[in-house]
C-alpha cells in the first residue's frame, strides 16, 4: 500500500525535472549566438544597462543610421552624458553625446521589468513603433519576454552583445558562464509562473 505514495512522489519528481530540463533547453536555444544581421532602420533603439559592450554598441548603432534616436535605460542616479563619454573614449562619438536630442538617458530603472516600463514611456512620448533592443545575449530571451509583454504593438528587433562565452555556445565549459545562464532561466520561469498565477 504504500508503494503507490512513493511511486507517485518519484513519478512527480521526475516529471518536474523532465520539464526543467526541457525548459532549459528551449531557454538555451533563445540564447543569441551571432550579432544581429538585420539591415532595417528602426525608429529607436533601448540599450539596457548592467553590463560591459552595452552602451558602446547602442551608441556604435545609432552612429550607423540603424535607429533614429537612443534611450540608454537604468542609468545611475547622477550620471549624465558627459560621464558615459568619458567612458567610451570613442571621439567619433562626440555629436551625438553633445547633442541630447539624440540620446536620452533614463533613470529610474532598477532591474529588466522597469526597463520596459521606463522604455514604454520614452516610445510612447516619441510616437515610435520600432525599436532595437540591447543587452547581453544571455539576458536577451527575459528582456524580449518582458518588452514583449508591455509593448506586444512595438516591433522589437534583438541586438545582443557578447560578453561571456555563450557567444561560442560553450557555456556550460565555463562556471561563470553556466552560472550567469541558469540564474537568467530560473528568473525567466519566477516571471512566467507568476504571470500564469495572476500574481
Not at 573614449?89 to 532598477?110: C, M, R
Not at 515610435?128 to 527575459?142: C, D, E, G, Q, W
Not at 528587433?157 to 565549459?173: A, K
Amino acid at each position: 500500500m504504500r508503494r503507490k505514495p512513493i511511486l507517485f512522489a518519484i513519478s512527480f519528481v521526475l516529471l518536474v525535472l523532465f520539464g526543467w530540463l526541457c525548459g532549459l533547453a528551449w531557454f538555451v536555444s533563445q540564447i543569441p549566438v551571432r550579432a544581429n544581421a538585420e539591415p532595417a532602420i528602426t525608429d529607436g533603439i533601448v540599450v539596457l544597462t548592467g553590463g560591459e559592450l552595452r552602451v558602446d554598441y547602442g551608441i556604435e548603432l545609432l552612429a550607423q543610421g540603424k535607429g533614429k534616436k537612443l534611450l540608454i535605460s537604468g542609468v545611475g542616479k547622477g550620471v549624465t552624458l558627459d560621464d558615459l563619454y568619458a567612458k567610451t573614449k570613442q571621439s567619433k562619438w562626440i555629436p551625438y553625446f553633445t547633442d541630447h536630442y539624440y540620446i536620452t538617458l533614463g533613470h529610474e530603472a532598477t532591474n529588466t521589468m522597469e526597463n520596459a516600463l521606463e522604455a514604454k514611456s520614452w516610445i510612447e512620448n516619441e510616437h515610435f513603433k520600432s525599436i532595437r533592443l540591447v543587452t547581453a545575449n544571455y539576458h536577451m530571451p527575459r528582456s524580449l519576454y518582458e518588452f514583449r509583454s508591455i509593448m506586444p504593438d512595438i516591433e522589437i528587433l534583438p541586438e545582443p552583445v557578447f560578453p561571456t562565452r555563450t557567444e561560442q555556445g560553450i557555456w556550460w565549459e565555463n562556471e561563470d558562464s553556466l552560472r550567469v545562464v541558469l540564474i537568467e532561466y530560473h528568473k525567466l520561469l519566477l516571471i512566467i509562473l507568476s504571470r500564469l498565477l495572476g500574481l
